[in-house]
């Protein structure tokens, strides 16, 4: 693992922007929080406090746009989490440049395009297979790492 | 971190296989899902279009079973990334090859007990103690690495 | 990336830091959801199965206080895992010494105050702006990162 590896630069780039991808879906449930009145927390309405007592309590609520960036936003963990914990060792497999990248862009727009699917949403089956591409990406590292580095 | 290091190559195996357990959760909850009929969003309805709106509106629920398997998965989130993260800095320490393949194969074999221990699921304490042997594992690595990587 | 490296070994203390951190907050949930009689599985009340299972079935409810210690270890599992990826990625770039524990030591003294901030609860934005500084460190590092190994 040196930075002088193409394939290890190759696969900081793509881990950093699908990381970065995940991060932003922190300020998008903030924004719908916001532009929805919808909070998880009774302290988090500080910024309507000229508002009744009331009325901030309805605000501690289940909003449907609310949990769907926030269901996306899991997704992501599930999902992102798995291929930069493979994707960091299938780099020190030594895998070819020109498959590595393959694996890293493909695997970054699927979940790049997951989350428009997610968000605005698409209609399925749009959803189900950028998630399923994902998966596969991180399945076939995972079968390199598995064959090349075994030591039970 | 090379990859003659045994120890290494053990880390990297075994941080597969967990990863792997994890990601088929998400499988498990696509599959409960769709045999509950409990979605969470509307669209995800596509292979029931031909039922009446009403009908598919009732499907948006939590079902125990869906329930159960993704606080699993979410419990997977919440030890395995651990285990995964310390364990690649423990791997980094020079631990004895014998001592690392106990503390990895400990760590696999509590997770896939938990996960049956969960899902069946099995009369407590069996998932409190796979949980709780999980965690000792990770501790117990974590012990190394601050004692031996120290830089505060 | 070797133990030779003092911003490597900053890095390895920090990181484990977090992380164990991040699963106290498992015991936290679950000293909550004793005291608190609220639990999520029905097999989990084998310590007062001396009570009638009508009470028992009662007891499976989502408390307040235990909801609360969940969002924010959720909250952990959305920061704490970009930064520890971010942050390893980061050490291999050669940055200052002092400047990469500048970094470190924000992030950890940030998410040990998000805790206290959420917890408690005090009141706001105080637990806004732990979660904020944790975020730009965050940022500064996957900029560097960026930077310094991009190979798209």
Redesign the interface.
Known sequence: ???DS?VF??F??Y??IV??K??M??FMTVFFRFSRGAF??L??Q?VCMDKPAEERKKMIKADPDVE?VR?C?QND???I??F???GL?YS???PDLSTALIHFRVFAASRILHTVAYVC?????S?ALTWMIG?VV??SM?YR??T?????
Do not use: K, W
């Not at 090349?148 to 039970?152: E, M």
């Open positions: 693992m040196d930075m193409p630069l190759a900081c780039t881990a950093t990381i970065l995940m991060m879906m922190s998880a927390n302290e988090d500080y769907r269901r936003h963990l599930e999902n989490i798995p930069v914990v493979i060792l020190l497999t030594g949403p698409l209609p399925q089956p959803r998966m991180t399945f995972a790492v598995l090349t580095a075994s030591y039970l």
